[in-house]
């Protein structure tokens, strides 16, 4: 009943936790860092008390215990531990690029992260905002994106407001439903907890006590990207994505990514991380091409 069907939930642990566990002739045995060592521990004791009150444990049970374990000492976690589980295994940081973005996004109120296409930006962004959620340190969750056509003009689209900008902020919308199920986002959604607008729609507003995420923000400009960081209230954390390379605005026009980079450097509260090759989870074909491209744009 502890350790699961096929050890299922001993593997969760693992994998949640980074650690090893060995599970011989009675005796668990967790190898890692203290800290971490530290967490599973709990989240087995946590386990054994609901085992001896007759109460069923299952994956749910085991995922609310190391969220449990991680929230009660924050101090002594680790600052990549996420409370997200995608297809019932613990999103987390790859390589140590991802891992220092995470961080950054823990400890800053404003993060930049650029990087090629497939190094998590927008996707680890989106985990960090859902779990800031179910952990009751924000009250929203705002996701937005510039309205740029990718070097194709499609015309007038159907439908109503929401359908015309549907497909320009379906990518966010992918990463929040491999998140949550599609009634939970539905529900947040119709109550205003996590909203996907345009950028173009944060004009005049103040956000507080929510988490702020402007993805593919090389399509921003400069004007544009003033307004987006000003937006921000108190108690709220901004984390802007994108990359330099792909670049959809008119010829001659100034990306207010790069313009931010610029003006925004050495200022103490926030954070650039730069992500590159060494940091793609997608394909290894897709790390191959980044390179390929890199080299004659060089």
Do not use: W
């Amino acid at each position: 009943m502890l350790f699961g069907p096929a050890d299922r939930h001993l593997k969760l642990i693992r994998d949640s936790l980074a650690v090893q566990i060995v599970a011989r002739a009675g005796t668990v045995k967790i190898i890692g860092p203290p800290k971490r060592v530290s967490l599973a521990a709990a989240v087995l004791e946590t386990l054994q008390r609901a085992i001896r009150r007759n109460r069923p444990v299952g994956v749910s049970t085991v995922t609310d215990a190391i969220a449990q374990a991680a929230c009660s000492a924050p101090g002594d976690g680790d600052s990549d531990i996420l409370d997200v589980y995608v297809s019932g295994k613990p999103v987390r940081p790859k390589t140590p690029g991802q891992h220092r973005y995470v961080e950054a996004m823990h400890k800053c109120d404003l993060v930049f992260c650029t990087g090629p296409a497939g190094t998590g930006k927008t996707y680890l962004a989106v985990a960090v905002a859902v779990h800031m959620l179910k952990t009751d340190q924000a009250k929203r969750l705002i996701l937005v994106r510039p309205a740029v056509e990718a070097g194709e003009k499609l015309g007038f689209l159907p439908g109503d407001m929401q359908a015309k900008v549907n497909p320009y902020l379906r990518p966010l919308l992918d990463a929040l439903n491999d998140m949550m199920t599609f009634d939970q986002v539905r529900r947040f959604m119709d109550n205003d907890v996590i909203e996907i607008i345009p950028l173009a729609f944060m004009r005049g507003r103040t956000l507080n006590d929510s988490v702020i995420i402007l993805d593919e923000a090389q399509n921003a400009t400069a004007s544009q990207m003033l307004m987006f960081l000003t937006r921000m209230g108190n108690g709220s954390k901004m984390i802007v994505t994108g990359d330099g390379s792909q670049t959809d605005l008119p010829d001659g026009s100034l990306s207010g990514l790069a313009d931010a980079k610029r003006r925004l450097s050495g200022i103490k509260g926030l954070d650039f991380v730069h992500l590159d090759r060494h940091d793609i989870v997608r394909h290894r074909l897709v790390q191959n091409i980044v390179e390929a491209y890199g080299r004659d744009d060089k």
